[in-house]
T-cell receptor
Framework: RKEVEQDPGPFNVPEGATVAFNCTYS??????FFWYRQDCRKEPKLLMS???SGNEDGRFTAQLNRASQYISLLIRDSKLSDSATYLC??????????FGAGTRLAVHP | DTGVSQNPRHKITKRGQNVTFRCDPI?????LYWYRQTLGQGPEFLTY????????KSRLLSDRFSAERPKGSFSTLEIQRTEQGDSAMYLC?????????????FGPGTRLTVT
């Protein structure tokens, strides 16, 4: 089993749609989690940090379920500019980030 | 620009040659990380430094790979006797060593192609 697993997608949604990505992790000791956004051939950029049960930032909401070892990212009112790969991250200990393979999102007009 | 910078951005080399990449972290960050990313995968951890000390290395980091951070500022990653399997994006990230220390910020990466 991979340490961090994500549905690779792609998720193809129209502008204005709500879309949710799920992620499961295997290291029960992980304390905090992240969602990074990565555009094609660019570096990952930090989108959201999740330190407790969840976090909300504008159109983006992240939820954490420690009992099920499950993290989700909800994007409301999708924009064309949201098209990217979304990487779920669970740290291993205090130092290294363990990335999922990413979920591709394509928002179309 | 006060973000993480990496040089070169692209490197094409022939198999068997040595290559060296440089990373300059965000100035107040004392932790520096190297990751490798191949197509369709998320970044994979290679190694990390706190100040000048290299504190952890992945088993992915074979003997051909060496990383240094001599003065606790910039870092270099050297690959000796490159192989085609080394072709990847090499990403550097930095973070503060306290508080929200898990939040790592990435540089633009060095894309290595070994022919």
């Amino acid at each position: 089993r991979k340490e961090v697993e994500q549905d690779p997608g792609p998720f193809n949604v129209p502008e204005g749609a709500t879309v949710a990505f799920n992620c499961t992790y295997s290291n029960s000791a992980s304390q905090s989690f992240f969602w990074y956004r990565q555009d094609c051939r660019k570096e990952p950029k930090l989108l959201m940090s999740v330190y407790s049960s969840g976090n909300e930032d504008g159109r983006f909401t992240a939820q954490l379920n420690r009992a099920s070892q499950y993290i989700s990212l909800l994007i409301r009112d999708s924009k064309l500019s949201d098209s990217a790969t979304y990487l779920c991250v669970a740290p291993d200990g205090y130092n290294k980030l363990i990335f999922g393979a990413g979920t591709r999102l394509a928002v179309h007009p | 620009d006060t973000g993480v910078s990496q040089n070169p951005r692209h490197k094409i080399t022939k198999r068997g040659q040595n290559v060296t990449f440089r990373c300059d972290p965000i100035s107040e960050h004392n932790r520096l990380y190297w990751y490798r990313q191949t197509l369709g995968q998320g970044p994979e951890f290679l190694t990390y430094f706190q100040n000048e000390a290299q504190l952890e290395k992945s088993r992915l980091l074979s003997d051909r790979f060496s990383a240094e951070r001599p003065k606790g500022s910039f870092s270099t990653l050297e690959i000796q006797r490159t192989e085609q399997g080394d072709s990847a994006m090499y990403l550097c990230a930095s973070s503060l060593g306290s508080g929200l220390s898990y939040e790592q910020y990435f540089g633009p990466g060095t894309r290595l192609t070994v022919t």
